[in-house]
C-alpha cells in the first residue's frame, strides 16, 4: 500500500489493487492529518511477535512486593491465579480450535490467535532501591507480554519506570501512589489514589466552609502516601483562601 492507497482502504473501502472491500470492512471518516498519524503509528509496528507471546502460549506476570500487606498481595495473586485457571480451563474448546487452524494456511486468524496463559508472580525483595536490578533479571529471563495489576505499597513508582522503559503494558496495579505523567501511557490506573483524594476533599471543603476567619489544620503521616496527599491538597486549596491562617502537622 502506498499512503493513497492505504487512505482509500480506510476512507473509501476500496484496495490496493481497486477491488472493493466487503461491506463488513469500516469506513472511516479521517482527515489528512489523523490518516498521517495512524500511518505513522503503523509503520512503527514490527513483523515479529511481541516478546511473551509464543506460538501456543500468553505469558503474563504480577508483580508484588515482600513489603506489601499481605493481605492485599493475597488478593491480588489469588484474583489472577483463579481467573488465569478460568480461562485456560478449555470449556469451549479454544485451544483444539486453534490448533486445527494453525494446520492450515488459511485457517480462521482470530482462532489461531488464542493462547495459553502463564501467569509468573514476581515477588520484589528488600528495599526499592534494588527493585529495578531484580525487575530486569526477571525480564531478562522471562518476558511477559503484559502485566496484569500487582501490589507493591507506595513505592508502585519503581515498577511503573520499568514498564515504559520496556513498553510493557500494566493493567490496573493496586496502589494509592498511582504516577502522574502526561508523557507515560503503558500503565493504566484506577484512578489518582491519594492525590485525587486529596483534591476532592479540598474542594468540597472550599465549596462549604465559607468563614473569613477559618483556620484549616491538616494532619498526614510523614511517609511517601502522606507527603503526596499534603501536597495535592494544598495545592487544589483555592488561592484566593490562602491567607486563611493554615497549618500542617506532620505524624512520624
Known sequence: YSAESFAHAITRGIDS???QLAALMPRYQLDADDMGALAAYLRTLGAEPSPGVGETELELATIVSSDASVREREAVTGVLQRFAAMKNSGTRQEQRRAAASRRHAFGEKHVRSFRQWNLS??????????????????????????V?????????????????????????????LPVESGADHYTIYFSAGVRLDARVTAGSIAEGYAEPEGRILVLYVDDGRGRAARDSFVAAWPEARRSWTSSVWSLP
Open 17 to 19: 489493487s481497486g477491488r
Open 121 to 146: 508472580v514476581w515477588t520484589l525483595d528488600g528495599p526499592p532501591a534494588g527493585w529495578s536490578a531484580q525487575l530486569e533479571a526477571r525480564y531478562r529471563k522471562q518476558p511477559p507480554f503484559a
Open 148 to 176: 496484569i495489576s500487582g501490589a507493591a505499597g507506595n513505592d508502585w513508582p519503581v515498577v511503573h519506570e520499568f514498564c515504559e522503559r520496556h513498553e510493557l503494558p500494566c493493567i490496573l496495579p493496586v496502589t494509592d
